[in-house]
């Protein structure tokens, strides 16, 4: 079991759930399907995953601010991440779980970390999100 400590809270949330990590940067808008949480961007490295429940890691998100109205929709339908986990998160990409809590009761925790941090991080890792800190159960 591995900490990470100090990390930047951007949304609050406690949760616990499994990794789906990219080196790769995200567009929300045309590359996630908000009614199955699947990632449809054929370029992607997580092409086919379900963010359903997990905790996205990737370095930042790619687009502009239409992501955060997929993530709103995500939040409404239930099929947004537990969690999104970056380098360095947009304010937008802040705005869309923001908004899908004051609307629905219902968001997710959106934080950033270091480079160093994020490498110990790997899909299928169980993460779980405590105040400023990460707790790391590797897998398997």
């Known amino acids: 079991?591995?900490?990470?400590?100090?990390?930047?809270?951007l949304l609050e949330g406690?949760?616990?759930a499994e990794a789906l990590v990219s080196n790769k940067p995200?567009?929300?808008w045309g590359g996630v399907d908000t009614v199955t949480g699947r990632i449809l961007d054929v370029h992607h490295d997580?092409?086919?995953e379900v963010l359903t429940n997990k905790v996205l890691?990737?370095?930042?998100?790619?687009?502009?601010?239409?992501?955060?109205?997929?993530?709103?929709?995500?939040v409404k339908r239930g099929t947004a991440p537990a969690a999104i986990l970056c380098l360095e998160a947009e304010p937008v990409l802040a705005l869309g779980p923001l908004i899908g809590e004051k609307m629905y009761g219902r968001g997710m925790a959106l934080r950033n970390i270091s480079e160093e941090d994020y490498k110990k991080i790997a899909t299928g890792d169980i993460l779980t999100f405590k105040d400023d800190s990460i707790i790391i159960e590797k897998a398997e």
Request: hydrophobic share 35%; aromatic share 6%.
């Open 26 to 28: 995200l567009s929300f």
């Open 46 to 48: 997580l092409c086919g």
């Open 14 to 16: 406690n949760p616990k």
């Open 57 to 74: 890691c990737i370095p930042y998100d790619r687009g502009s601010c239409s992501g955060s109205g997929v993530l709103i929709e995500m």
């Open 1 to 9: 079991m591995l900490v990470i400590k100090n990390t930047k809270v």
